[in-house]
């Protein structure tokens, strides 16, 4: 309501005309850059959202993506940007191709795990940065790529090692879930940035990109995008390691954009399922995503209802 009189005063002063309906949107979250691949972590009461980069000129070539770019919000309403926290060049070893990525917090340290194109081993890879806070500064864990194409060899896409997500079970133990085409995971040692055992494949039907992994009472959720144009569908477990049991669609294709990148998260007792779609007006695409956020809401058997996407995002909750 509060919107509408704003709008109307507006309107009336001449200072927005009647295309001016995004003040009632609150999705696409940011409208002066353009956003994509989005993964959360709460701190506190904190929530820190960091993104992809689309800047692509427009949608007719391909992703242009050079850093990950940092927001935070103690209400998931108001956003304050940080700017880009971290770049592709950050990792001596990298080429380019800043693509998904995900932050995870272990023992006071923050690592991001981050998709990039390799220099000098063809196709895509798997770094790790850290930083001592949320926003860093962070720097190159390794020196080295943590997953490189060679490692997998039972694709003959140069793209398959993609979409880190990191997930730390009940008893410490930390997991990296990977892959485009492909599904896989691996155990991480202690220190967060070494393998710790062999590189598994799962199986999991119409399997494309994007995994977020995440726990809600006693069920794992492991989320993906699947097929093309993508919807994200979920699977869950009792175990971290599986089996999964293929569940249901979780969001259908988003608007304006055949790649959808999930993140999963509760805060202040919410949950919310935060995604990229290429509906932000008048430029927004295929490779000009940006981030969204509505509410997600499971069923009592542990099942998730299916996402309703809106324009209105968090500005028609009330609850
Ligand atoms: O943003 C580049 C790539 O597109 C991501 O790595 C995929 O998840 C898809 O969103």
Redesign the pocket.
């Known amino acids: 309501m509060k919107n509408v009189q704003i709008f109307i005063f507006l309107l009336l002063t001449g200072s927005v005309s009647l295309t001016s309906f995004d003040l009632w949107a609150t999705n696409p979250l940011f409208t002066d850059v353009r956003t ?2 989005p993964a959360a972590l709460v701190v506190g009461d904190t929530v820190y959202l960091y993104t ?1 980069h689309d800047e692509a000129k427009d949608n007719n070539s391909f ?1 242009v ?1 050079h850093d990950w770019l940092v927001f935070s919000s103690k209400d998931m309403k108001n956003w304050q940007a940080h700017g880009a926290k971290l770049k592709a060049k950050d990792f001596s070893w990298a080429k380019g191709d800043a ?2 990525s995900q932050v995870i917090e272990k023992d006071g340290k923050f690592y991001w795990y981050v ?1 990039v194109r390799h220099a000098t081993i063809n196709g895509f890879a798997i770094g790790v940065a850290v930083g001592d806070t949320p926003l860093g500064p962070f720097k190159d864990a390794r020196g080295t790529a943590l997953i490189t194409n060679d490692m997998t060899t039972d694709t003959d896409i140069d793209w398959d090692d ?2 880190p997500s990191v997930f730390i079970d009940d008893d410490g133990q930390a997991y990296l879930f990977w892959g485009n085409t492909k599904p896989r995971y691996a155990k991480l040692k202690a220190n967060m940035i070494e393998l710790d055992g062999p590189i598994q494949s799962l199986d999991l039907p119409n399997f494309t ?2 995994i977020w992994v995440h726990k809600k009472g006693d069920l794992y959720y492991l989320s993906y ?1 699947s097929g093309f144009p993508e919807k994200i569908v979920y699977a869950t477990s009792k175990k971290i390691t599986g089996p999964w049991v293929y569940q249901d669609i979780l969001n259908e294709v988003a608007g304006n954009s055949p ?1 959808n ?1 999930q993140a999963i998260i509760e805060f202040k007792g919410k949950d919310y399922f935060i995604y990229h779609t290429g509906a932000a007006q008048p430029d927004g695409g295929e490779f000009r995503r940006s981030v969204a956020i509505d509410r997600l809401y499971y069923n009592k058997d542990g099942t998730l209802k299916r996402v309703i996407m809106t324009s209105e995002g968090l500005d028609k909750d009330q609850n």
């Open positions: 994509a691949d992809g992703f993506m693509w998904a998709t993609i979409d990109e994007a995008a790649t990148h």
